[in-house]
């Protein structure tokens, strides 16, 4: 009956672990319903909107090396999600003090980095959904929406650079 009590317990704790997941998960489609004035405008101030909301807890900074291009409202929304979900695990998995979201436009291309200096991990065998881990995956599905491409940069103590690439349209 141990190794049954030892069983039960660990399936408790992998439930808990996904309900927990489940209810973020939740808490961010209901707040994207709500607050549409991060919908709304350019992507400055859609990334500007995550770097305060964090103030307080860790340093978080948003930072352009020019004012970014107008955008497709679609396009703002899944980039945002993406620094989003980037700062989110920066600070819940990686222990980050300070992450940086960072966006300059080079070559024809818009390049978004949120950088951390986390505890990092292991890219392999991390980012391609490890079962109840859904946040690599949508940043990936995400990226795929808007014919960007995502990567991450990260080695186990040595933070993470979440790196999206999205092609802009000739002027």
Do not use: Y
């Not at 396009?75 to 979900?85: P, Q």
């Not at 200096?117 to 079962?131: I, Y």
């Not at 186990?156 to 999206?164: D, I």
């Amino acid at each position: 009956t141990r190794a049954f009590d030892d069983k039960g317990r660990q399936i408790i704790a992998v439930s808990r672990g996904l309900l927990s997941r489940i209810q973020a998960e939740t808490k961010n489609f209901v707040s994207d319903l709500r607050d549409a004035t991060e919908l709304d405008g350019d992507l400055a101030t859609a990334l500007e909107a995550i770097a305060t909301r964090h103030s307080g807890e860790v340093e978080v900074r948003a930072e352009f090396a020019a004012p970014p291009p107008l955008l497709p409202g679609g396009s703002i929304h899944h980039l945002r999600m993406i620094a989003r979900e980037s700062v989110t695990n920066a600070l819940k998995h990686a222990a980050a003090t300070q992450v940086v979201i960072h966006v300059e436009v080079q070559s024809g291309r818009l390049l978004l980095q949120i950088k951390d200096n986390g505890r990092g991990f292991d890219v392999g065998a991390e980012t391609l959904g490890k079962s109840g881990h859904f946040g690599c995956v949508g940043m990936r599905e995400r990226a795929r929406k808007i014919g960007a491409q995502v990567a991450w940069h990260s080695a186990p103590g040595r933070g993470t650079t979440v790196e999206v690439i999205l092609p802009l349209a000739p002027e």
